[in-house]
Structure formats: structure tokens, C-alpha cells
């Protein structure tokens, strides 16, 4: 059986190390040159805050240097697997609503709900999302920090050297679309 969700043991970020709102985390810098966002589904933005980072790197096995990021995750986000890593070490600034749950579903059949939890508040924790999963039950906009490392031949720099070799930005973006 797969793992889906771990708890893990690093302490809550004082508060003033982090964004609130989503408008902020939004007039952040996104990671992409060539990909375009899908701003009413899923919004990846880099932390500004060298302090942030600092804070958080005694906590992590890899060098966290430029892999700290922050995510909005909206409801029209559809369940699907992430294109550019297979887990992120997450920290959800607001749950997005009351009963959020956060579901997995079958690899070869994505109809069958495997796991699904109420993942809470300010607790770190690294989830699988080389799975199928979606988030359920939003009654608000749902944001967090996410740490991870991006999938081999996946990351920006990767994808903008694809578009210097010549490749056009459409077929890029078909490659890499989720
Ligand atoms: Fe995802």
C-alpha cells in the first residue's frame, strides 16, 4: 500500500515569516518563464523570505535553497497526479473551509478512493501526489507553503532550456500540461 500522508516533526512557522493572504501570494514571482498558470485552479509562487528559508532548512534532509514555495489551490482544481514532483513537504497557511478533505485515489482506477484526511492547519507534513488526488470541500481559497524537489527534467530551467533548443512553447506546454 502506498503511504499517503506523514506528520512530520518540524515546528510551526512564526507567523510573521508568512504570507496570510492569498492577494500576496499571488504578487509574488512565479517559477515559470514558459508555463502558463491556471489561476482558477492551482497557483505555484516562490518565497521572497531568505529568513523563511533559513528557518526552515535544519528541518530538511536536501537543500531547501530556492525550494520553498507557496500554493493556492482553488475549487476548480479537477483530481489529477503533479507533473513536476512525486511528493512536497506541505504547511497549510488556511484550509480553505471547515471539512476540507484531501483524497487519493487508485492509480489504475481513479475512481476508487483510497485515503482521504483532514490534513490541519500550521503541521508539516509530506504527502504523495504521484497519485491521483484532488481536495474536496473548499468554501474558501486553500494556500500553503510546499517545499519540495522538482522532478527530474522538470524544472523551470530544465523547461526554459527546452524552449532555447528550439522547441515551441505549444508543444512545451502539451508535454508538461497537467
Ligand atoms: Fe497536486
New binding site residues.
Partial sequence: MSEYIRYLNIPTVPNNMILQTAKEIEALKSPWAYKSDHPDR?LLRKNANKDLEEFLRPYFDFDITDKVYYQI?RSK?PK???FNRTS?YNYIINTGGHEVFTCWFNLKNEELLEHKEIIPAQVWHKIN?AVP??VQGMTQERFALTVFEWSPGRSPAEIESLFKQGYSKEKIKRSID?
Avoid: L
Wanted: glycine share 0%; with cysteine.
Fill in positions: 492551482f489551490v482544481s489529477h497526479i503533479d512536497c501526489v488526488h484532488d497537467t
